[in-house]
């Protein structure tokens, strides 16, 4: 939690438009480091940091210290049981990869419960291409992190594809990748899938 700085989120900040949206909600956030570094790139954005109670205690002072307290709410919750309301947009960045398949469905179910009809879900984690057929360091560690997440989690990193049928198990459909320039993490935006 807080190791990674706000600076060094600033590409991701950047890679989705967040400027139509009003209030966006990062769960299982830690320190802040994405939520600030995107309340500063859109000042008129509300945010909420959701995440377990000692991260969310951590987390205060420093929205007070960066003046942002007055802009984001931070909450205790437990992700796999529900999700607070009163944002358009909901991100996990590097959650999922840390859950099976079942409990990566129940969180992502709980975000539509709680997101509004036009609203969204960015899934900001690794995504593995269908087939690896050529070396590649990059894309080494990011198959290195998907045996880490197996042995350790029980998780793992998933393939675009991965990502449309899991997103699809929870009533979302993938609108789009978008790759985040010097990262190796992209986001996966998702919206609501239309009704039958």
């Known amino acids: ?15 989705w438009d967040f400027s139509p949206w009003q209030t966006v909600a990062d769960l299982g956030g830690g320190g802040g ?3 600030i570094a995107i309340l500063r790139a859109f000042p008129h954005l509300q945010g909420m940091l959701v995440d377990r109670p000692a ?4 987390a205060a002072p420093r929205f007070a210290n960066e003046g942002l307290a007055s802009r984001c709410r931070l909450i205790a919750a437990d992700l796999l049981e529900s999700i607070p309301a009163g944002a358009q947009v909901y991100m ?5 990869h840390g859950y ?7 969180i992502l179910k709980n975000c539509r419960s ?15 291409p269908n087939t690896v057929n050529r070396v590649d360091p990059e894309l080494e560690r990011c198959l290195m992190s998907d045996l880490n997440m197996l042995a350790v989690t029980g998780g793992k990193e998933r393939t675009e594809v991965e990502w449309a049928r899991l997103l699809e198990r ?13 990262d ?6 998702a919206s609501r899938s239309p009704s039958p």
């Open 1 to 15: 939690m807080g190791m990674v700085t706000t600076e060094q989120y600033a590409a991701i900040a950047n890679s």
């Open 33 to 35: 480091s994405l939520m």
């Open 55 to 58: 991260s969310i205690e951590a």
């Open 92 to 96: 996990l960045k590097n959650v999922l």
């Open 100 to 106: 099976d398949d079942e409990q990566a469905v129940r």
């Open 114 to 128: 709680a997101m509004p009809g036009d609203g969204r879900v960015l899934v900001i984690e690794f995504v593995l």
């Open 170 to 182: 929870a009533d979302l459909q993938l609108l789009r990748v978008h790759p985040v320039p010097g």
């Open 184 to 189: 190796l993490v992209s986001v996966v935006e």
